[in-house]
T-cell receptor, first 114, second 115 residues
Framework: QKEVEQNSGPLSVPEGAIASLNCTYS??????FFWYRQYSGKSPELIMS????GDKEDGRFTAQLNKASQYVSLLIRDSQPSDSATYLC??????????????FGKGTLLTVNP | DGGITQSPKYLFRKEGQNVTLSCEQN?????MYWYRQDPGQGLRLIYY???????QKGDIAEGYSVSREKKESFPLTVTSAQKNPTAFYLC??????????????FGAGSRLTVL
């Protein structure tokens, strides 16, 4: 059973701080990794994707991937109250129909306090 | 504007009734998906379709049915066999391809409540 694990939170940070969100996955063959942001009552929206080891930066967001440790993280710099949401980590399976299937974690609720 | 339209946004169902959730996309995506989300839970895959007239069961297909007669449309029927259907249902679509297939675009969701 492929699993993606996240701390459910809530993770609370002050405005302007760095928020660090973590995710581990069980399928060693996973090749693609995604972070989605979901506001309460809304649908998820993609904020970062990462496919190779190392860091990937996009504005205030940095995704970090370590395949050896089966670990992916999301850093949010200069956190804003508008970043308050649930962040979902997702991984892609390998081969055949798995090319189309994402496995999602349960999400981490982030609260940024003004 | 391109996107995914789900309807209805809210739906109430009596026990024993079948209901159909609509999903239409104008993104020209080949692949479409249905996910279910329960409070405090991640998304669980119900069904997915790679091309027209073909679909595959996801992790929790029991009690659900789908059809894919047109590229743009992927309706989901929640049957009376689904024992706990109250949930938030999300439709998504993506382009094919090993990496691009998983950049999902989601609709706004349909919230189903069983009375």
């Amino acid at each position: 059973q492929k699993e993606v694990e996240q701390n459910s939170g809530p993770l609370s940070v002050p405005e302007g701080a760095i928020a660090s969100l973590n995710c581990t996955y069980s399928d060693r063959g996973s090749q693609s990794f995604f972070w989605y942001r979901q506001y309460s009552g809304k649908s998820p929206e993609l904020i970062m994707s990462i496919y190779s080891n190392g860091d990937k930066e996009d504005g205030r967001f940095t995704a970090q991937l370590n395949k050896a440790s089966q670990y992916v993280s999301l850093l949010i710099r200069d956190s804003q109250p508008s970043d308050s949401a649930t962040y979902l980590c997702a991984t892609k399976g390998v081969g055949g129909g798995s090319n189309y299937k994402l496995t999602f974690g349960k999400g981490t609720l982030l609260t940024v306090n003004p | 504007d391109g996107g995914i339209t789900q309807s209805p946004k809210y739906l109430f169902r009596k026990e024993g009734q079948n209901v159909t959730l609509s999903c239409e996309q104008n993104l020209n995506h080949d692949a479409m998906y249905w996910y279910r989300q329960d409070p405090g839970q991640g998304l669980r895959l119900i069904y997915y379709s790679q091309i027209v007239n073909d679909f595959q069961k996801g992790d929790i297909a029991e009690g659900y049915s789908v059809s894919r007669e047109k590229k743009e449309s992927f309706p989901l029927t929640v049957t009376s066999a689904q024992k706990n259907p109250t949930a938030f249902y999300l439709c998504a679509s993506s382009f094919p391809g090993a990496l691009g297939a998983n950049v999902l675009t989601f609709g706004a969701g349909s919230r189903l409540t069983v009375l």
